[in-house]
């Protein structure tokens, strides 16, 4: 029977003619169909681009056209080359979206349909950071102090650290004034836990979330307890103080986490976004972004 593989329905429709081979003997319910090269993509990451080429191995030597088409906002259709091609997003994580294409070759038609999974992916950790000067934000210390950044951005070990987060470790003891990087509002705290540090039980961390005018959100994380100096609602400005830093939750030592999300509608450390500061007197590296176990004034 077939072949190549067949479009629409792709496994529905194999079953069906399969039984009908079956039971009726001898049918070519396939033979009018346009014929497809390979099978689209059925998962994307969310923040990778989907491409799916639609291409024909039907004899006919007819223009492959799309007739009509049904796909989701984020994918766009190029009809001169037959490319679905797109990228999801926030905030489409884990939906579905149904792509339904009639194709139409000389004689043959069919109509193409699936659904595409979008799944939370990886981030791109090689990404340009920007130039410094333009930076909203400001280095979360008092002008003229300087610490030590434990741990940078997008750590190799997946099992441990900063892998796939554009975050921040400032080793800045117990107790040290932090201070907002960025003026927003205060979307939420938490100083209620010990601050003993080694607890990777989840939630065990103090911090203070501020939500920026464009959007994005910067946490502030492993305060001491009682250590926060806002709350929900205050409009900060930047370099006001927030916090006091500490070893809350799961920090092998007491620092300060920063981290900067695209939205606030998810705080998955794949939805973080690269950042660097204004005022920080140190080395960048090839990305213009902050260097392990490198020293920061700020100035
Ligand atoms: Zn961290």
């Not at 950071?129 to 002008?143: A, H, I, M, Q, R």
């Not at 003229?144 to 997946?158: A, L």
């Amino acid at each position: 029977m077939m072949t190549s593989i067949a479009i629409s329905q792709v496994k529905q429709r194999f079953l069906l003619s399969l039984m009908l081979t079956v039971f009726l003997c001898c049918g070519d319910s396939d033979s009018s169909e346009v014929m497809l090269k390979s099978e689209p993509p059925l998962v994307t990451d969310h923040n990778r681009e989907y491409t799916y080429s639609i291409r024909s191995v039907s004899d006919s030597n007819s223009e492959l056209v799309v007739i009509e088409k049904q796909i989701p906002s984020w994918l766009s259709f190029d009809p001169e080359s037959n490319i679905l091609s797109g990228t999801a997003g926030w905030p489409n994580v884990n939906e579905s979206f149904p792509v339904k294409l009639d194709l139409q070759q000389g004689d043959l038609s069919s109509e193409l349909s699936y659904s595409i999974v979008v799944e939370l992916g990886e981030i791109v950790c090689d990404q340009e950071f920007g130039n410094p000067e333009d930076s909203p934000y400001v280095l979360p210390y008092t002008l003229g102090e300087t610490y030590t950044f434990g741990q940078v951005y997008c750590s190799e070990n997946p099992a441990w650290g900063h892998h796939n987060w554009f975050a921040y470790d400032i080793d800045m003891g117990n107790g040290t004034i932090v201070l907002a990087s960025r003026e927003g509002e205060i979307i939420a705290t938490k100083e209620d836990q010990p601050n003993i540090g080694g607890d990777c039980s989840g939630g065990k961390e103090n911090f203070v979330f501020i939500l920026h005018d464009d959007g994005t959100v910067m946490s502030y994380v492993h305060f001491t307890t009682d250590g926060v100096l806002v709350e929900t609602g205050d409009r900060v400005v930047q370099g006001q103080e927030i916090g006091l830093s500490g070893n809350s939750g799961c920090s092998s030592g007491p620092h300060t986490h920063v981290a900067l999300f695209k939205d606030r509608t998810n705080f998955d450390r794949q939805s973080t976004i690269p950042f660097n500061y204004s005022n920080a007197d140190g080395p960048l590296d090839m990305n213009q972004g902050l260097v392990l176990m490198e020293n920061y004034t700020a100035r």
